[in-house]
């Protein structure tokens, strides 16, 4: 477990710039902060997006930006990832004698609110109750939400361990 960082709400929300009233308030009804859609994907089948708004979307904006931007991710990891082009990415596998790649089925919605607790408290370094509020204020309906800033940036922190046992199975065959 990492050191707690963020111990209190009210230093999460000094963190964000936004008052804890304000945090607490929308994370205990964070649904009427989402106004979804649904969209037709080109192979005729459809998925809800769940689409943040107002306050609860400028919040994730800040979370992402100011605490999640801030996680170091392993090299690999691509997607979403500030600075990383996932089209130079297949250049860094020319020669290899193992590729890896995968692709989570549902991936958003396959990552539960308890995975995002988890995930705030190490690596991120929260305690328990700001974990708890962070979560409330970055999943819906208990998973990740589509269309939310922050759900890419979970997922990469949610799947790092994945990533870096993957990378040391291929190094060591």
């Known amino acids: ?36 859609f649904t969209k037709r994907k080109p192979n005729g089948k459809t998925r809800t997006i769940d689409r943040p708004i107002g306050e609860l979307k400028e919040i994730q904006i800040r979370i992402n930006s100011v605490i999640l931007s801030k ?3 392993p090299q690999c990891m691509v997607g979403g990832v500030r600075g990383r082009n996932p089209l130079n990415h297949p250049g860094y596998h ?56 922050t759900s890419t940036s979970l997922a990469n922190i949610v799947f790092t361990p994945v990533v870096l046992q993957i990378e040391e199975l291929v190094e060591k065959h």
């Not at 804890?20 to 009804?29: D, H, K, M």
């Not at 609110?113 to 328990?128: K, L, T, Y």
């Open 1 to 36: 477990m990492k050191s707690v960082v963020y111990g209190s709400p009210e230093s999460i929300a000094w963190t964000i710039g936004i008052p804890v009233e304000r945090l607490e308030s929308i994370g205990a009804n964070p649904d009427k902060f989402y106004n979804p």
């Open 94 to 149: 020319i020669g290899k004698k193992v590729v890896v790649t995968l692709d989570v089925r549902n991936c958003f919605p396959s990552i539960t609110n308890s995975r995002i607790f988890d995930a705030f408290r190490d690596p991120v370094g929260c305690s328990p109750t700001v974990a708890r509020l962070l979560a409330q204020l970055t999943t819906r309906k208990g998973h990740l939400p589509l269309g939310s800033s």
């Open 71 to 73: 996680i170091p991710l």
